[in-house]
């Protein structure tokens, strides 16, 4: 009887430790899902920033893109250089994006867009296009001629 009893109490033992591992995986399995999610929210309010952003460039609306500047990452980036610098670059006829890819630095992290751009003499450019991805607010674009990169 007496072995019946550690039989009993190692088969009760096999069992708890058998669903601690599901309830480990399954809650794995639901965190792998839960970023996936977010990635994919992130990736959508990205690229509508920066359509927005390249919009007002086209409309040639450089105050309204410089409010969508990551100024954080940006620091002592002025819209009157943000204005100069969009004014050095050809008039934006049209756009188109790809991507994302996600990048991590010391500045934060970013989901970097492959934009082909097309002026309005017909010329067409690739660049790349850093939007800063934040916790607490929407994502901002980081455009100045030091982060413009195919």
Request: charged share 25%; hydrophobic share 40%; net charge negative.
């Amino acid at each position: 009887m007496a072995g019946m009893g550690w039989r009993s109490r190692l088969g009760r033992t096999a069992a708890a430790g058998t669903a601690i591992v599901l309830a480990l995986v399954a809650a794995g399995y639901g965190w792998g899902l839960y970023v996936d999610r977010r990635q994919a929210a992130e990736a959508v309010k990205a690229k509508t920033v920066l359509m927005a952003y390249l919009e007002r460039v086209r409309n040639e609306d450089f105050h309204g893109a410089y409010l969508l500047l990551c100024s954080d990452v940006l620091e002592g980036y002025s819209e009157t250089q943000h204005e100069e610098f969009l004014r050095t670059q050809p008039s934006l006829a049209s756009f188109r994006l790809e991507g994302p890819e996600r990048r991590s630095s010391l500045e934060g992290a970013f989901l970097v867009y492959r934009a082909s751009l097309t002026s309005t003499d017909g010329a067409n450019q690739v660049n790349g296009f850093a939007v800063a991805l934040y916790s607490d607010r929407d994502p901002l674009v980081c455009d100045a001629s030091d982060w413009r990169r195919e």
